[in-house]
């Protein structure tokens, strides 16, 4: 059974750990972006300072964990295999990281060049990944939505990466490009071609998985990946023809498909058998609820696009949609990944002899539950922030700051005692 | 709790992993030349499926209208 249990092509700890680790430290260096630019940088969706803290957050936090979490996850929920993972983590590792950092000194600072440079050099990163993800897809028929989701969410990654290309080389080169109605677009594509649809596609396996809840229904879970890149493709032609109101239809027909996925998910949650709920669970109802409440707010704003105008509504929907919908969600999934992978490595490094500890030894639900609460307190500063950025921006920013330097300190704290049972288990196995 | 499509049935919906692994692993084990068994999950098993086909098992696998699969391995 041991031997059954090994996964013999899982890639190692090492590959996806490092950008779960690298990861938070992006969160923190967004936060204290806004530590540092204070108030200002709330004036609008497009200050300088905003635009590189909200890339921070979506390349260097978000990307970075979901395709180190994909590197791992695709042999188990699609049966596929990337050939050389190790090889894939660390050049997409290092692309990411610094095409991130680049992109966002290229905002704050306003040097076009880094903006340039910075972009290509992810669309180069995640130009690499998506070769080798497709590669390993292809052949993999599509027998569940997950698979579905996983193929259909590449397709709005590579949407994104290009739309964002687009725009930052048009900044660096003075392009004329209608830069709102594109970046609206961008990232349209970004957190729901992409985002949205690989959070769906994984929902449909971890929330019944993790939560015991009972499963998504088939229809629906089919449905909603198409749906998503129907009504994105459908927005992007609105763009290309230059048709307003049909743009405006298909993102509000977007954000009830949000909702309603969002919708059917606490439905879900609320039928679970696990009778105590743990930090994931209270991250990811708390990500539920921000993400329904961000994307009434956005389908309201596009029908009415006078409120879009009213100061702190478009930063206030952002930051409930990206820090409290995708981060929460990020950092739940986090949760259960890390101390289950730091358990299974130690299953097979101990080979049957010695068991590996169970993994609340790893990582114990308090030290995560204080940390998710305290990314809680940090959203809700966050969204007040919007409001009032004048006495609110900088505490907020340093309640983020907490949250995210706690997450590293929780992550870190797990891989330094997998490394401790390592050991112990390796004595014994290697002494004579 | 027996099946329409066999008598065989481990019923892991609401199981933790690695539960519904060993669990299916374990029944194999007692099943004669000739009998399947019905796995009833809320995912696609994709590690399972690798050991059954390392193994010389074969599946078929059917995804209901509930959101639940129900898949039937035999030799």
């Keep these: 059974m041991q031997a059954l249990l090994s996964f013999d092509k899982a890639p190692p700890f090492a590959a996806p750990l490092r950008f779960f680790l690298t990861a938070p430290l992006f969160a923190l260096a967004a936060s204290l972006v806004l530590v540092a630019v204070g108030p200002d940088m709330l004036a609008s969706r497009w200050t300088p300072a905003l635009l590189a803290a909200t890339h921070l957050i979506t390349v260097g936090f978000m990307l970075q964990v979901m395709l180190g979490a994909l590197i791992q996850i695709l042999p188990v929920v699609a049966g596929a295999n990337l050939a050389r993972p190790l090889t894939v983590a660390r050049w997409l590792h290092g692309g990411l990281s610094a095409g991130g950092a680049l992109l966002a000194t290229g905002f704050l600072a306003g040097r076009h060049g880094l903006l340039g440079g910075g972009a290509v050099m992810l669309a180069l990163a995640v130009g690499g990944f998506l070769i080798a993800a497709i590669r390993a897809l292809t052949g993999v028929p599509s027998t569940s939505p997950t698979i579905r989701g996983l193929k259909l969410s590449l397709a709005g990654l590579a949407g994104a990466v290009a739309l964002g290309c687009v725009l930052a080389l048009a900044l660096a080169n003075g392009w004329s490009v209608p830069l709102v109605v594109l970046t609206d677009l961008h990232a349209g594509w970004a957190l729901g071609g992409w985002a949205g649809v690989l959070l769906a596609a994984m929902a449909y396996v971890v929330v019944p998985m993790f939560q015991l809840t009972p499963g998504y229904p088939a229809r629906p879970s089919w449905g909603f990946p198409v749906v998503v890149v129907g009504l994105l493709l459908t927005w992007s032609v609105a763009v290309a023809i230059g048709s307003e109101v049909i743009g405006r239809v298909a993102q509000v027909a977007a954000a009830v498909t949000g909702i309603a996925f969002a919708a059917l998910t606490l439905r879900l949650q609320s039928q679970r058998r696990r009778a105590r709920p743990d930090a994931t669970y209270r991250s990811w109802q708390f990500a539920v609820a921000c993400a329904i409440i961000g994307l009434i707010m956005w389908s309201t704003a596009t029908v009415f696009p006078v409120l879009a105008e009213v100061p702190g509504w478009s930063t206030a929907l952002g930051v409930l949609i990206i820090a409290g919908g995708f981060v929460s969600f990020i950092v739940g999934m986090l949760y259960k990944i890390v101390p289950f992978l730091a358990w299974l490595h130690l299953q097979n490094l101990g080979g049957g002899g010695v068991a590996a500890p169970p993994m609340n030894r790893i990582l114990s639900d308090t030290e995560m539950r204080h940390q998710v609460w305290a990314h809680f307190v940090a959203v809700g500063a966050l969204f007040a922030a919007c409001w009032q950025p004048g006495w609110l921006a900088r505490p907020a920013g340093v309640s983020a700051a907490v949250a995210s330097a706690w997450l590293f300190f929780n992550l870190a704290r797990a891989f330094s005692r997998y490394r401790r049972h390592a050991a112990s288990i390796l004595v014994p196995v290697s002494s004579p | ?75």
Excluded at chain 2, 10 to 30: G, K, N, S
Excluded at chain 2, 33 to 49: D, K, S, T
Excluded at chain 2, 53 to 69: H, M, V
């Design chain 2, 1 to 75: 709790m027996s099946h329409p499509k066999t008598p065989h049935v481990v019923d892991a919906r609401y199981m933790e992993p690695p539960e519904p692994f060993v669990r299916t692993m374990e029944m194999l084990d007692t099943l004669k030349p000739g009998e399947r068994m019905l796995l009833i999950l809320f995912r696609e098993p994709h590690p399972l499926y690798k050991v059954l086909r390392q193994n010389g098992y074969a599946y078929e696998s059917e995804l209901r209208p509930d959101g639940t699969f129900e898949i039937l391995i035999g030799r």
